[in-house]
């Protein structure tokens, strides 16, 4: 069965300090991993996704994504944080099958503080 | 938000009345999805179709319907059979299978 976790209900991070949020998963086979962000009554938006490849995946507004497949992890991040990138992170996994179905994490809220 | 529009945006119910919550994408995806997102909680799925005329339940599909007749739009009504839906609802489309999911910006209901 797959699953996907984010073990940090919250993150906090000062302006200007790089960021990051974690996400691990479990799925049979090949994952492909997505991030989406989630800004107050909104829907959620795609940041980036791994299917193959280059473990590392950059995204919208500046951030990345590290795929570790030994860890199976792919914790999200960004170098310097911006005050506007306080919001709420999803990661999802799904497998490769057509037949798999995307599950979502239960969110990690970003906030940052100038 | 992309090419997924939801309406309305809030919505008020009485308990006891069925609502319809309306869905429309213009992205030519096959799949459409519609979850439920609870305060301080993920998404939930309710129901998903990969294909016009058909239609899955999800993982907490009872006391919600869908319809997907057409391509562009799969409408997700509310039925009084569902004991606590004030929650904010979330429709997606993908080009189906594993691939990104879009979101529309979402409709939030309240049973008064």
């Known amino acids: 069965a797959q699953s996907v976790a984010q073990p940090e209900d919250q993150v906090n991070v000062a302006e200007g300090n790089p960021l990051t949020v974690k996400c691990t998963y479990s799925v049979s086979g090949n994952p492909y991993l997505f991030w989406y962000v989630q800004y107050p009554n909104r829907g959620l938006q795609f940041l980036l996704k791994y299917i193959t490849g280059d473990n590392l995946v950059k995204g919208s507004y500046g951030f990345e994504a590290e795929f570790n497949k030994s860890q199976t992890s792919f914790h999200l991040k960004k170098p310097s944080a911006l005050v506007s990138d306080s919001a709420l992170y999803f990661c999802a996994v799904t497998g490769w099958s057509s037949a798999s179905k995307i599950i979502f994490g239960s969110g990690t809220r970003l906030s940052i503080r100038p | 938000d992309g090419g997924i529009t939801q309406s309305p945006k809030y919505l008020f119910r009485k308990e006891g009345q069925n609502v319809t919550l309306s869905c429309e994408q213009n992205?030519?995806?096959?799949?459409m999805y519609w979850y439920r997102q609870d305060p301080g909680q993920g998404l939930r799925l309710i129901y998903y179709s990969q294909i016009v005329n058909d239609f899955q339940k999800g993982d907490i599909a009872e006391g919600y319907s869908v319809s997907r007749e057409k391509k562009e739009s799969f409408p997700l009504t509310v039925t009084s059979a569902q004991k606590n839906p004030t929650a904010f609802y979330l429709c997606?489309?993908?080009?189906?299978?594993?691939?990104?999911?879009?979101f529309g910006p979402g409709t939030r209901l309240t049973v008064l």
């Open positions: 992205l030519n995806h096959d799949a």
């Open positions: 997606a489309s993908s080009s189906g299978g594993s691939d990104t999911q879009y």
